[in-house]
T-cell receptor, first 114, second 115 residues
Framework: NAGVTQTPKFRILKIGQSMTLQCTQD?????MYWYRQDPGMGLKLIYY???????DKGEVPNGYNVSRSTTEDFPLRLELAAPSQTSVYFC?????????????FGAGSRLTVL | AQSVTQLDSHVSVSEGTPVLLRCNYS??????LFWYVQHPNKGLQLLLK??????LVKGINGFEAEFKKSETSFHLTKPSAHMSDAAEYFC?????????????FGSGTRLLVRP
């Protein structure tokens, strides 16, 4: 049972480059999320999705885009990388809303922008 | 605004001694509260959650937490630390916004366990 799978685990980008962080879950969860984790800080929500074809902004969406064409996949796109986007990114999923439901997290993707 | 405060950024204990990780929250309604653990280079994993049932919640690996509404606290404890407990711990509150919810994460407490 794979759970939530993120790729790549590590990536170094130059300023202005673009890339996509991939996220796949095999638990048939409706809800999926992208968070970023900066040193000494809690996780901040970038974007989330409540089902295929539906996405919405979180707390820190600027500089990112997402899509949700299938239940399983929720890629995060960085169009013009900036040093402020250096962070660890976590994808997560849940069966229902976060009101009382547990999130299952991927192992994270560490991105450095130079 | 709702918030979560983890009172210690680092806690260091000796193996076999008790663990106390402190968390205070603010919420305008009856919240759901969670503790997640993050081992190095791993994703976050649920330790335990409180959802308005028993105020003393037992989790995995011998951890437990007590919801104290009067103190707005949800401290995490373990009677005897093990080397494998060394990790970062996050206190999380579920915040209602209109008809939806969002999670608010504390800034984390790094637990060091000395042999």
């Amino acid at each position: 049972n794979a759970g939530v799978t993120q790729t790549p685990k590590f990536r170094i980008l130059k300023i202005g480059q673009s890339m996509t962080l991939q996220c796949t879950q095999d638990m048939n969860h409706n809800y999926m999320y992208w968070y970023r984790q900066d040193p000494g800080m809690g996780l901040k929500l970038i974007y989330y999705s409540v089902g295929a074809g539906i996405t919405d902004k979180g707390e820190v969406p600027n500089g990112y885009n997402v899509s949700r064409s299938t239940t399983e996949d929720f890629p995060l796109r960085l169009e013009l990388a900036a040093p402020s986007q250096t962070s660890v990114y976590f994808c997560a999923s849940s069966y229902g809303t976060v009101g009382a439901n547990v999130l299952t997290f991927g192992a994270g993707s560490r991105l450095t922008v130079l | 605004a709702q918030s979560v405060t983890q009172l210690d950024s680092h806690v260091s204990v000796s193996e076999g001694t008790p663990v106390l990780l402190r968390c205070n929250y603010s919420s305008s309604y009856s919240p759901s509260l969670f503790w997640y653990v993050q081992h190095p280079n791993k994703g976050l994993q649920l330790l335990l959650k409180y959802t308005s049932a028993a105020t003393l919640v037992k989790g995995i690996n011998g951890f437990e937490a007590e919801f104290k509404k009067s103190e707005t606290s949800f401290h995490l404890t373990k009677p005897s630390a093990h080397m494998s407990d060394a990790a970062e711990y996050f206190c999380v509150v579920s915040d209602r916004m209109d008809s939806s919810y969002k999670l608010i994460f504390g800034s984390g407490t790094r637990l060091l366990v000395r042999p």
